[in-house]
């Protein structure tokens, strides 16, 4: 399947839905569920919100977002109150491959549109029973951004990269770490890692210790929106010169890029992450279309050239 026409598809279903005559408007609110699996804190999440709130205005959906804090109780239990307060969907971040899949499935047989974004199962489909999922492919995009820093600092056989983790158990950090490690592995380059945690100023301590440790790291990967946002000032404070890619995009990442500060960064369209799911539940609901999956993260790679295009939309559309 091509994806880009996919997506091109659903976005003009959307527009087309969203205007004609009203229409949406007039049909009784579709009631959603989004459930983020982090704290409002975390600025990433910020034009996921406001997607799916523009989505929810589109569409008349009501919608209710809700933070599980990174405890997987919590968001089983927000899981469980959405279905039995009897909403028609919930966008749910699938932060691991084990801890949701009954609650997810119980939603799904209780005849609730549940679609993924941001994080799926490893396994995908075949690992949970969510209808749809829209994000990025982490593990292919955490390989592409491998093998690029590897042709553009000539890392080679021998020699060792960092690579920091904000949750390393979670799905986001397994699929892109693995997708690192896979680069590396393919040229005999060795990845250290660590759990660097969400707190930022943590963060970049954990991770300018761990550089002053080794001075034998030759590269430094960014795995989630913490570490990258941090590793810059982490690799200044260590006293260290070297390149350093990551993840996802705040104001902080946009400027290492532009300064050279950061090799690259690798965009999921976080955006794209809240509207299409809320989009979705209402067409699902209302008329019976199937949820499509949707990858966010093609054309990911911003690198000095091309960051400049999305600064002035950081926060709000990316």
Do not use: W
Not at 60 to 67: E, F, M, R, S
Not at 230 to 246: L, N, Q, S, T
Not at 253 to 259: K, L, P
Not at 290 to 308: C, K, M, S, W, Y
């Amino acid at each position: 399947m091509n994806l880009t026409k996919s997506k091109a598809a659903l976005l003009a279903g959307c527009a087309l839905f969203a205007t004609i005559n009203g229409a949406a408007a007039q049909d009784d609110p579709v009631k959603a569920t989004m459930i983020i699996y982090l704290d409002p804190s975390v600025q990433f999440f910020n034009p996921v919100v406001k997607g799916a709130q523009d989505a929810a205005a589109a569409f008349n959906v009501d919608l209710d977002v809700q933070y599980a804090n990174n405890d997987p109780v919590r968001q089983n239990d927000l899981i469980e109150s959405a279905v039995a307060t009897g909403v028609d969907g919930i966008a749910v971040a699938i932060s691991s491959s084990d801890a949701f899949d009954d609650s997810i499935c119980a939603a799904v047989e209780a005849g609730i549109v549940v679609i993924g974004f941001n994080n799926d199962d490893l396994e995908g489909a075949d690992g949970n029973c969510r209808q749809a999922y829209v994000g990025m492919d982490e593990f292919a995009s955490g390989y592409e951004l491998g093998n690029r820093m590897i042709e553009a600092f000539d890392l080679k056989e021998g020699d060792v990269v960092f690579n920091p983790r904000e949750i390393p158990e979670a799905s986001f950090a397994v699929a892109r770490g693995g997708g690192i490690e896979k680069a590396m592995s393919e040229h005999g380059i060795t990845v250290e890692t660590v759990r660097a945690g969400l707190d930022p100023a943590e963060a970049q301590n954990i991770m300018a210790q761990a550089l002053i440790a080794n001075p034998d790291i030759k590269a430094v990967f960014g795995t989630g929106s913490v570490t990258s946002t941090v590793g810059a000032g982490a690799i200044r404070d260590a006293g260290v010169d070297v390149p350093f890619g990551g993840f996802d995009l705040a104001v902080e990442i946009v400027d290492a890029v532009e300064s050279g500060a950061m090799f690259a960064t690798m965009d999921q369209q976080p955006y794209l992450q809240g509207y299409y799911p809320i989009a979705q539940i209402a067409m699902a609901a209302r008329y019976g279309l199937t949820p499509t999956d949707v990858d966010t993260g093609q054309g990911a790679f911003l690198n000095q050239e091309r960051i400049g295009v999305v600064k002035p939309f950081i926060g709000t559309y990316r």
